[in-house]
């Protein structure tokens, strides 16, 4: 069997399709008789498909005799394009990439001496098929993590003005519980004890409104189904949606951990009524408040926000980098706008805002979001928190997502453990993190504390 691997561009769902691409590719044998290399791709930006062709050529240079294939979202915008390089033998739509058939087809393929070959299926007003078009959900391991990844949802029932996501996915479909709780069982028994529930637009699971009960109910399901399970995050959240019942779950459950990332955008009403967002500034801001007054000022928030959108002024900016102090969102995602042809603003609307100012907006609110870091390590000092350790036993991620070394123990990769803040470590870049030692006492009134 010669070398699989699996590139992986973009969001967590990305990287659970990944798992599950390679566990098809793998039962289909495909890489036999020749080195495969699987391209998962991202479409969000231009910038995320201009690295994709980059990855692409430095490995096909290390790699002249390897079968190429592009899948993903990428693949289903630009087929074409990546039909006609040379050095791409494969590509694969969404729908298809999921699908173990796809890659018996291209065993076959490979086997006859054939290339060149596009399976991509227009997902435009479409859904995808939970049935056909995933052939196996239940994954037993994510390589290299200590988290694992439930997808819940697919597809997106929004049509922002910015976002290409819903041409490329198909419209919003949930998974049964059955499927969900398929995919728990597999990763418990492998060990997993946090997962992240995970989809294009989670807050939409099983809801026809902006209600999140659903999502809720499930969440009480799987706390009680699996007593192995003791961490659950979410990964990006609607801020338009009521999330008054989670909210009182998280306070009474200390399984749920207390770090929202919000789909944010913008905090500006004049460019999020231009983006077609379903939320205000004040209504973001209000949810920061309730969620930190209910749950605790350790709670982090996170937030995905677009700088550089057609027509947005500095006083736009301003209520945006206002917004992201008041709230203290401390884990933030900043994009550059760019166009996406097939959008309503790729289409229709003139992108008038100079690049370079809004890459200078976005490393302002990188800065500031760091400040809010900073200060969530301040008041950790001298707290007792639990850590999820990570591979090499001597680090790993706390409850609200702050990475904590630990210097006097090494641990089991998997294991949670109690550890006593002593100090904050701020490094050059991106890298701010706390550092404490096993504590072997009650933790309890550290709780109180908290």
Request: hydrophobic content about 35%; overall charge positive.
């Amino acid at each position: 069997m010669h070398n699989l691997k699996i590139i992986t561009f973009g969001c967590r769902l990305n990287t659970l399709e990944s798992e599950l691409i390679k566990k098809n590719a793998r039962l289909s044998n495909l890489s036999e008789s020749r080195d495969v290399f699987i391209f998962n791709t991202c479409a969000v930006t231009a910038e995320a498909e201009r690295q994709i062709g980059q990855s692409i050529r430095k490995y096909r240079k290390d790699n002249p005799d390897a079968i190429f294939i592009v899948c993903g979202c990428s693949a289903n915008a630009s087929y074409n394009k990546y039909n006609d390089m040379d050095y791409v033998d494969f590509v694969l739509g969404n729908k298809e990439k999921t699908n173990i058939q796809f890659y018996k087809k291209i065993k076959e393929d490979i086997m006859n001496g054939e290339k060149n070959k596009v399976y991509v299926q227009d997902l435009k007003n479409n859904k995808i098929d939970l049935e056909s078009d995933y052939s196996d959900f239940e994954i037993q391991n994510f390589e290299g993590r200590t988290r694992a990844f439930i997808q819940i949802q697919q597809g997106c029932r929004n049509n922002c003005s910015f976002c290409i996501v819903p041409n490329l996915r198909g419209r919003s479909v949930s998974l049964s519980k059955e499927q969900i709780f398929n995919q728990i069982k597999s990763v418990v028994e492998n060990g997993y004890k946090e997962i992240v529930l995970t989809g294009v637009d989670i807050a939409s699971y099983n809801a026809d409104s902006l209600s999140i009960k659903p999502l809720t109910d499930l969440v009480k399901d799987i706390l009680k189904e699996f007593k192995q399970i003791k961490r659950i995050r979410f990964s990006s959240l609607d801020p338009a949606c009521d999330y008054t019942d989670l909210i009182q779950l998280a306070k009474h459950n200390k399984k749920i951990m207390p770090h929202f990332h919000f789909s944010l955008q913008h905090a500006s009403d004049d460019v999020l009524r231009n983006m077609r967002r379903r939320h205000t500034g004040k209504q973001f801001l209000n949810l920061c408040y309730k969620i930190k007054e209910q749950l605790g000022n350790h709670v982090a928030i996170g937030a995905d926000v677009i700088t550089g959108f057609p027509n947005e002024t500095e006083t736009d900016f301003k209520i945006l980098l206002k917004t992201i102090k008041k709230a203290r969102v401390s884990h933030i995602h900043t994009f550059v706008y760019s166009p996406r042809p097939g959008t309503f603003a790729g289409d229709n609307m003139k992108d008038n805002v100079d690049k370079q100012i809004a890459k200078t907006r976005a490393k302002t609110l990188r800065k500031i979001a760091d400040k809010n870091l900073k200060h969530l390590l301040k008041i950790s000092v001298g707290k007792i928190k639990q850590v999820l350790i990570e591979g090499d036993g001597k680090h790993g991620y706390t409850e609200n997502y702050i990475k904590c070394n630990i210097t006097d123990e090494v641990f089991n990769e998997n294991d949670i453990v109690n550890v006593k803040i002593e100090s904050q470590i701020f490094k050059s870049g991106d890298s701010l993190e706390l550092k404490g030692k096993h504590y072997k006492g009650n933790r309890r009134k550290y709780l109180i504390e908290e």
